[in-house]
């Protein structure tokens, strides 16, 4: 909005003229979600707190110290991420960009999904939820249609192709097969950080990390100059992203202050499906999908665990984990949460390293 205000009087008033620079206005964002976060967290916790008679309701079947230590903290958390994300995205995004809006309608379309969800499991008191085949139609539905909204944005051959890292030229042409690639792409990431968020603080700053890095891919994607110095392909206007990114990363600094140990607040499904889901969008748009899958390599590995774990069980009878996803594992052989959410971190910021590096390995 600021932008479509100020930067056209950037000739007649020269300060306005800092309006017309991306990293500017990113770090602006990044200010303004954070800003947003803090001063509307404490009453938004307080109110969430008086409508959830006990809080989120716990898995009888999770690590038995949830049941003591996590008891009757409020969830539905991400509520207070989607706020500070959308102020300051419509603050200092350029609103007349087709992208921008894309991945924000998705991003608040799998947060409906989740909010629904943490509805049902608060005003049942039923830690199950929404039925999952309708989450995940709803999921693919919001999938189909930000697919669609990307691809009309998106110049041939680059609307329906998937762009191979470390090869600079190679473009895999799926044709109406990337209407199916790119919701699932949304999804797959959507509930693999959904997986994730199950100790404070765990999944919020990998989304972080994985949200800083593609802020970056955005910004040299959409800049012909960087582009073509890295020979990967340039995308007009797509550059506008790296301000919704930088916005995730101070929303979740900012409800990070409050999800860390222990946790004032969790962020339900409507934080990390829309999370995932926002990562998954940006990655369509960015021609990334293949990179975010090295960068958020630490929400693949926690869904693989579940799936292995379920297959295993059906398969053989056995388990191969004491409990999946990944980190309830480590819990039950007892490390600490703080020990398996600062590492996990840690490994997180390696994934998104060696991601970052396919930029300029070609």
């Not at 799936?307 to 409990?323: D, E, H, N, P």
Request: glycine residues 10%.
């Amino acid at each position: 909005m600021l932008f479509v205000l100020f930067a056209p009087l950037a000739d007649d008033f020269i300060l306005f003229n800092l309006f017309r620079y991306l990293t500017f206005r990113s770090g602006a964002a990044v200010v303004t979600a954070l800003l947003v976060a803090f001063l509307a967290g404490p009453p938004m916790i307080r109110w969430l707190r008086s409508l959830q008679n006990g809080g989120q309701p716990i898995r009888d079947d999770g690590p038995e110290r949830h049941l003591i230590e996590k008891k009757g903290t409020p969830t539905m958390g991400g509520m207070l991420i989607l706020l500070a994300v959308v102020a300051a995205t419509l603050l200092w995004a350029d609103l007349r960009n087709g992208y921008v809006w894309a991945v924000l309608v998705v991003t608040i379309g799998f947060g409906l999904i989740g909010f629904a969800d943490d509805y049902l499991k608060v005003s049942r008191r039923n830690p199950r939820g929404l039925n999952g085949r309708i989450k995940l139609l709803g999921q693919a539905l919001i999938g189909l249609a930000g697919t669609v909204w990307i691809t009309q944005l998106t110049r041939a051959p680059l609307d329906t192709a998937l762009a191979v890292p470390v090869f600079k030229d190679l473009l895999v042409p799926l044709g109406a097969a990337f209407f199916l690639f790119a919701p699932l792409v949304m999804m797959g990431a959507s509930n693999a950080v959904n997986l994730t968020d199950g100790l404070d603080g765990l999944a919020i700053v990998p989304v972080m990390i994985a949200a800083a890095s593609f802020a970056l891919i955005a910004y040299l994607v959409g800049n012909r100059v960087f582009s073509d110095y890295l020979q990967i392909h340039f995308i007009p206007r797509a550059g506008e992203l790296a301000i919704f990114c930088t916005a995730l990363v101070g929303a979740g600094m900012g409800f990070l202050w409050y999800n860390a140990p222990p946790a004032s607040v969790f962020m339900g499904d409507t934080g990390s499906l829309a999370l995932g889901g926002a990562l998954g969008a940006v990655a369509v748009a960015t021609k990334h999908e293949i990179v975010l899958a090295i960068i958020g390599g630490l929400f693949v590995v926690e869904t693989v665990s579940v799936i292995v774990q379920v297959a295993s069980f059906k398969l053989t009878g056995r388990r191969v984990f004491l409990m999946a996803p990944l980190h309830h594992h480590f819990e039950k052989k007892g490390w600490a949460e703080p020990t398996i959410v600062i590492r996990f971190w840690i490994i997180s910021v390696v994934l998104a390293l060696a991601g970052l590096s396919t930029l300029k390995l070609r």
